[in-house]
């Protein structure tokens, strides 16, 4: 008895000797190992650099559209659209669908910080801050910082980026926003002819 179970013994250590010897599929085994951990990171950088992309094209979008309009004499309806159209095709090659933009002339309170009034107001999308604003409406979120009695450009812009590789694992949506307060150039208030 004594020596069957020896020899079970030996036989298997003999085999785990072996089975630690031998080499044929590692490389598959630790490829198996390592592949989900490779593909986390690639789409993850794939995602960052798409979203990063788009977050520049928004920015500079944001920029021209304020610095296009602070160089206006005059505004019109038509002028305004079609100064939100042209900058709206930076955003090329990604969708516009998802783009919201405001652009808002305002002058600031001559009391109160944070305060101001509605000149003009032009947007290509529904929502608040993007939903024209009539002339006349008073707003009360300005930045404190603005200087009083002065007349500012306010381009507010937003894209709702849309996730394509990982949207199963984390949140499908990611809102980009960018805002920028301009100075009018030409003009210390630019009149808009037939804004409403």
Known sequence: MMDRLITRWDAMT?????WRRDSEGTAVVEFAL????????????????QAVSVYRKLT??????????????????????????????????FST?????????????????????????????AG?????????TVLTTLPTTLAVKTTYIFVASKYNY?????AAIIKPIAPLQDQLFFLPRGVALIPCTDCA
């Open 97 to 125: 669908t998802d783009l919201d933009v405001s652009l808002v002339e305002v002058t600031t309170d001559d009391v109160t910080a944070g305060k101001g009034v509605v000149n003009a107001s032009r947007g290509n999308n």
């Open 60 to 93: 500079d979008m944001t920029v021209q559209l304020a610095n296009i309009a602070s160089q206006d004499t005059s505004w019109g309806q038509t002028k305004l659209d079609s100064e939100l159209a042209a900058a709206t095709q930076i955003m090329s090659p």
């Open 128 to 136: 608040a801050p993007y939903t024209p604003y009539t002339k006349g």
């Open 34 to 49: 390592v592949l989900p951990m490779l593909l986390v990171v690639y789409v993850g950088g794939f995602e960052t650099s």
């Open 162 to 166: 849309n996730i394509t590789v990982g």
């Open 14 to 18: 003999s085999a785990v000797r072996r």
